[in-house]
């Protein structure tokens, strides 16, 4: 069983579409209990860093985030709370990947929204028949920074910087593989196949 | 790096002064216009245009000039010189001009600069200090005056201008290297500030660069060929793959999906699902569903009929039509919308969107604004377009951005369903004056449309009905004829 973790940031409805279309079961919780059986961790994310650390801390979701080691995935500010410090209301992140969210520069319309090309730079079952340069769908002002060992893909705006990472059993995208067409559902599946 | 080509004007001819020297003028008998167009055509994104003898008589001069070179390029203009009052800050931005540049008169006159900015918005405004030994100079360079430029830039500031040109006059034309020490300190104040002045070969661009600097203006070591402009735009590209959307748009009426002209007229064009499936595998980038009858009948937007679409569709759905509350808001993400838009009832309740953008964030929050054109002036609409509002299309564009609208979706009414182009002067000013993705809506006919509205209207995205549902244009082709224009696009 898949847990979608729901701590009231943002909507579930698309990711819990896409994986109904791929036929896995999921469930959609803040339950301590259902994450700690549950065999992979989807952490969506959207809204305000500040505000979804507040919520995880409040459903007391933290440590079991953390520590668990069955495959995750971060998505959008799901990927940003694993670093460990955001830019975004100065907000403590979960502090599983080493790195900083930073704001986009002002140079560049802000937030990006729209389609963008993922280069993938190291190869990755979670990435497995995605082809290089595929665009993937994306709505956000802040991006993570992180070690280039942790990158399986990067995106130009404004800057290069990571889109897709991995870290153990942790992966995550800065975009949303749920809207992202007929590759996004390729990553998402991929991403439910993994052991 | 922002890299802006000037072209200086005088008596309709390209020109460049030394030190803001009015007696070492160096004429470049060029034609501005074609000028412009080179410099655009190698890529630069952006132009400096200054009437010269505008700013010695301060009334501009070369205005049909500089009205001829926006007809000829569709890069981002910025013009100086004359402009000192609201008349012809009004003249210049009713043209499309996308950002007046204020000098002498922003100085001595705040009242004005005040004005501008209640009509226009802070965009629109660029300020120049001409600054010589820490002095703020005026009236094209002619005049020193005793103060200094940090305690002007600390007025400026208060004003919420963004945009400052700094030019060292003491360097601008001497193809030397410009004079950092200002230009340090004005960014620190939280200014973007344009260089502007000895930026004359490209290892002084490249330690700019490296020096993360906004931008910088290049003038003399361009016409003198110490600078390549295609090397330099190389260099300072702003990187982004960032595609521009194509966006069908499906009008909901009892159930089946319909369309008409000008708001009216409807014929049926088929079932939502479907099309949605089939719109979605064509390769559209977002679909939008506007629930059109909801606001005049007064009911709610069939929300099994969007989770209905949404079940078969993986890319982004935006939702609209009758949206009243928070409540209306909460039940059309549930159902599967990613995004929604709000269009009367933002209106009728601009706090709405506020609220809505707080509680789901501005990503989520679409206004759509429809728009009609009476006596040379956009209106807002609201009421699937039967009620015409007092509401000035430019200024209820600034407001819903303040409010926390995260995309426009503009439709020009006089348009919709006429397949005649989209508005593009109207869709100009929008992008020029807020700094959230537009979305073009009204008009889209043959394939060059979408093009004209990417390019000359700046749209983010472009939505269209009919060409699509009768199959006048496929998604398909339009995608790579865009490509083939340069524009970044999914495939």
Redesign the interface.
């Known amino acids: 069983m898949i847990a979608i973790i729901d701590y009231n940031s943002g909507n579930v409805a698309s990711l819990a579409n896409a994986l109904k279309k791929l036929g896995y079961d999921f469930v959609i919780t803040a339950d301590k209990n259902t994450i700690k059986k549950a065999n992979k961790i989807i952490f969506p994310g959207q809204g305000r860093a500040g505000q979804a650390m507040k919520q995880l801390k409040k459903a007391g979701l933290i440590d079991i985030l953390k520590n668990n080691s069955v495959p995750f995935l971060g998505i959008c500010l799901g990927m940003q709370l694993l670093a460990e410090y955001s830019a975004e209301d100065k907000t403590v992140g979960l502090k599983i990947i080493p790195g900083q969210v930073k704001k986009f520069s002002d140079n560049i319309k802000i937030p990006q929204i729209g389609w963008n090309k993922v280069k993938l730079t190291k190869k990755s079952p979670l990435t497995k028949n995605i082809s290089n340069l595929s665009c993937f769908y994306f709505v956000h002002s802040y991006y993570l920074e992180t070690d280039k060992k942790f990158v399986l893909g990067e995106t130009d705006y404004s800057i290069t910087y990571p889109t897709i990472i991995n870290k153990g059993n942790f992966y995550a995208t800065q975009f949303h593989p749920e809207k992202s067409g007929e590759v996004g559902l390729q990553l998402l599946s991929n991403f439910c196949k993994l052991c | ?2 890299i802006i080509p000037a072209i200086d004007i005088i008596n309709g001819k390209c020109v460049r002064l030394t030190r803001g020297d009015f007696t070492l003028v160096k004429k470049y008998n060029n034609d501005p216009v074609k000028i412009a167009k080179q410099f655009t055509t190698t890529g630069a994104t952006r132009l400096h245009l200054i009437d010269l003898d505008g700013a010695r008589c301060g009334k501009p001069i070369n205005f049909a000039t500089i009205k001829n070179i926006r007809k000829n390029t569709s890069a981002i203009l910025e013009v100086g010189g004359g402009i000192r009052n609201f008349q012809n800050a009004k003249k210049y931005l009713d043209l499309g001009i996308d950002k007046i540049i204020l000098g002498t008169s922003a100085i001595g006159n705040f009242q004005l600069l005040k004005k501008i900015i209640k009509n226009y918005g802070i965009q629109r405004i660029i300020i120049s200090l001409d600054i010589k030994n820490e002095k703020i100079n005026t009236n094209g360079w002619q005049n020193n005056t005793k103060i200094n430029y940090l305690s002007v830039a600390k007025k400026l500031k208060q004003l919420d201008i963004k945009e400052i040109i700094c030019t060292d006059i003491s360097r601008d034309g001497t193809l030397t290297k410009p004079n950092l020490e200002p230009i340090k300190k004005l960014q620190t104040i939280g200014f ?1 500030v344009i260089i502007s002045g000895g930026v004359s070969n490209i290892t002084t661009i490249k330690n700019l660069q490296t020096k993360k600097f ?2 910088c203006i290049i003038g003399k070591g361009l016409y003198e060929n110490k600078i390549d402009l295609t090397d330099v735009i190389k260099l300072t590209h ?8 194509i966006i069908p748009c499906l009008d909901v009426k009892n159930g089946r999906v319909v369309k008409g002209t000008k708001f009216k007229k409807l014929l049926d064009a088929g079932d939502p699902a479907e099309l949605g499936k089939k719109y ?1 595998k064509a390769g559209a ?1 977002e679909l939008v569903f506007l629930d059109i009858s909801a606001t005049l009948e007064n009911r709610k937007t069939l929300a099994g009929l969007v989770a209905e679409v ?3 569709i ?4 935006t939702v609209g039509g009758g949206v009243k509350s928070i409540r209306d808001i909460n039940i059309l ?6 995004r929604v838009a709000i269009n009367s009832a933002g209106v009728l309740n601009p706090e709405l969107i506020r609220q809505a953008a707080k509680k ?5 929050i679409v206004v759509a604004i429809d728009a009609k054109k009476i006596d040379n002036k956009y209106y807002v609409y609201i009421n699937s377009g039967k009620t015409k509002t007092n509401l000035p299309v430019l200024g209820w564009a600034r407001r819903v951005e303040k409010m926390g609208a ?2 426009i979706l503009l439709t020009a009414i006089d348009r919709d369903g006429t397949k005649a182009g989209f508005a593009n002067d109207l869709l100009r000013q929008i992008t020029a004056t807020v ?3 537009v979305i073009a809506s009204g008009g889209g006919g043959k394939i060059i449309d979408f093009k004209k509205a990417l390019e000359f209207g700046r749209a ?2 472009v939505l269209a009905a009919s060409v699509f549902h009768y199959n006048k244009i496929s998604i398909d082709k339009l995608k790579k004829y865009l490509i083939k224009n340069k524009f970044n696009s ?2």
């Open positions: 790096m922002l973007k906004y931008g702003i990187k982004n793959n960032l595609t521009k959307r979605a980038d949404a079940k078969n993986f890319i982004p759905f993400l549930k159902a599967g919308a990613d789901f964030g501005s990503q989520c995260g995309e700094n959230i993705p983010d995205a999914r495939t």
